[in-house]
């Protein structure tokens, strides 16, 4: 198994009294790291293991009275809740379970942010430790399998991605991602009560997939898919609770000429993104590569921010003459400045008007040269 960042972190805050709560996409390992942390770190706990999965599972945590969880419960040390997000009023059932039995550790995963599943972030406020689990991260699979092999795969990532399922099954990659970008991934949107036109939703992805890295309009993409902008933006609103995809806003303070209400979208993983467009070409014979390597950075570092508990303010910045900066990150009111470029011999210069109207900045170009330094700590 390879070793996910996020497990220390987990381990020491088992029996701190609030339930620890793993989200993120299907498919990225969350069931796997439980298994693991209940069965070897913690095997001498009596363990529980509710799969929201079972429809009686489901019955029976969908708004139950305290005696009922008594009788569920009994001696149990260790509370597993896996695809939460399944249960009618789960956050309800989980703030029962954390304030009326303090002596159990309560672990609940889901593939979608919970309050998908009607209303869990309010009744857990204050009760919780929240974990992101995404794909495997340039950190994880470099201390796994070596700095320089993991150097070695970065054509392969930026293709294929960074699932667990694709690392280790190197010779079925196109038919697990054929899997994970059908409906597999999102199923969960599916479900949800205001999706009434579910056919749009791919068309949607597809898309999002064909404008990687390039500012998005709701207007042009409801023009596109044949919705009005607010269809299109309550869909893209659910893609982000399902951890499909994740926007990044323009930085606008000083100058009037910054562009105000821009966004980008980027996917999480490479490889759903050039399965839903199915393109699988090499990197040679492919025109998107500046995308591709603009969204890899861009997920790359979503990983190492969240694994590593840093939160920061991130952005893009652009303005109507066509000035930009790819990356952008406020991390204690200093703003740190990144720009991608693929092509190692390329120059970039941080705009001069981007100095003058805030002068409190540092500026670095990522280069497949220099990469590992932006998604790793530095070293000691």
Do not use: C
Not at 47 to 67: Q, Y
Not at 302 to 324: A, C, D, G
């Amino acid at each position: 198994m390879i070793a996910r960042q996020l497990s220390e972190r987990i381990i020491s805050k088992f029996f701190k009294g609030k339930a620890i709560i793993i989200l993120g996409p299907r498919q990225t390992g969350k069931t796997t790291l439980l298994k693991k942390l209940v069965n070897e770190d913690f095997s001498a706990y009596k363990t529980l293991w509710l799969d929201a999965d079972d429809p009686l599972v489901r019955a029976e945590l969908s708004d139950p009275n305290l005696a009922d969880l008594k009788r569920i419960i009994g001696k149990t040390q260790i509370i597993v809740v896996d695809e939460a997000q399944r249960i009618s009023s789960i956050g309800l059932t989980l703030k029962m379970i954390t304030d009326h039995f303090k002596s159990v550790q309560l672990l609940v995963t889901g593939s979608s942010a919970l309050d998908i599943a009607q209303g869990t972030t309010e009744p857990l406020t204050g009760r919780k430790y929240e974990y992101l689990l995404l794909p495997l991260a340039f950190e994880e699979l470099q201390n796994h399998q070596g700095f320089l092999e993991e150097k070695k795969a970065l054509h392969n990532r930026l293709i294929f991605g960074a699932y667990p399922e694709i690392i280790t099954t190197e010779d079925s990659q196109l038919d697990v991602l054929k899997l994970l970008s059908g409906s597999y991934l999102y199923k969960d949107v599916f479900k949800y009560k205001d999706l009434r036109r579910p056919e749009l939703l791919e068309a949607l992805l597809q898309a999002l997939a064909f404008q990687l890295g390039s500012e998005v309009s709701f207007q042009e993409l409801s023009a596109t898919i044949g919705a009005d902008p607010e269809t299109v933006r309550r869909y893209i609103e659910l893609l982000e609770k399902t951890y499909v995809i994740f926007r990044l806003r323009s930085l606008s303070r000083n100058l009037r000429n910054e562009l105000k209400k821009s966004r980008k979208i980027y996917f999480f993983d490479n490889g759903i993104r050039n399965a839903l467009i199915n393109n699988f070409s090499p990197l040679n014979l492919r025109e998107d590569r500046g995308a591709l390597w603009e969204n890899f950075l861009m997920s790359e570092r979503m990983k190492y921010l969240s694994n590593h508990n840093i939160y920061v303010n991130p952005y893009f910045w652009r303005t109507h003459q066509q000035q930009e900066i790819d990356y952008i990150e406020d991390l204690n009111g200093k703003l740190y400045a990144f720009e991608f470029k693929w092509n190692i011999k390329s120059k970039a210069r941080i705009p001069l008007s981007f100095s003058k109207a805030y002068p409190n900045h540092s500026f670095k170009v990522i280069t497949p040269e220099n990469y590992p330094d932006f998604l790793l700590p530095e070293a000691t």
